[in-house]
């Protein structure tokens, strides 16, 4: 019961911080650094967000890890159950070991290549094109994580997972 327990409550908190930071973090950030009027508010905003989303990544890819192992010392109602619920963990640690080792990395590179502040490159610069796409592709990631993190909650929720 304790190691369920804990379980449904370290995917249940890494979910909950995805979404906050999501829905309500990053937002308002840029909001309210773009507000300053600052010349490089995104600059600013963008630093501060890839770092709290670093944070999240790593912890996903954590969690996500030790569910899977800790999902070895749990009886199962079904083998289904046991399957969805392992599948929709592997993807979980795929998706945040990608967004953050893969994608992020290569953001914070192509940033660091550019001269000056990414509020002062044009929006048709190759530079910003590829930046403004991996951002599409961070973002797309982390949601596929959310939603394979929820699928996996829910099962181990309903009881798929039992000590």
């Known amino acids: 019961m304790i190691i369920r327990t804990l379980r449904l409550l370290a995917l249940g908190l890494w979910l909950g911080t995805a979404v906050f930071f999501g829905a309500a973090v990053a937002p308002t950030l840029f909001h309210v650094i773009r507000g300053a009027q600052l010349l490089n508010a995104n600059e600013i905003a963008g630093t501060i967000v890839t770092r709290l989303l670093a ?92 939603i394979a993190g929820l699928v996996a909650f829910v099962i181990m929720a309903r009881g798929g997972s039992r000590p």
């Open 55 to 146: 944070t999240i990544n790593i912890g996903g890819f954590i969690i996500a890890l030790l569910l899977i192992a800790t999902a070895l010392l749990m009886k199962r109602g079904s083998r289904l159950a046991l399957f969805v619920e392992m599948i929709s963990l592997a993807i979980m640690a795929i998706m945040t070991g990608v967004g953050h080792w893969v994608i992020a990395a290569r953001i914070i590179a192509l940033r660091a290549a550019m001269q000056g502040h990414i509020d002062q490159i044009a929006l048709n610069d190759p530079r910003r094109v590829a930046f403004d796409s991996l951002h599409g592709y961070s973002v797309t990631v982390m949601g596929v994580a959310m």
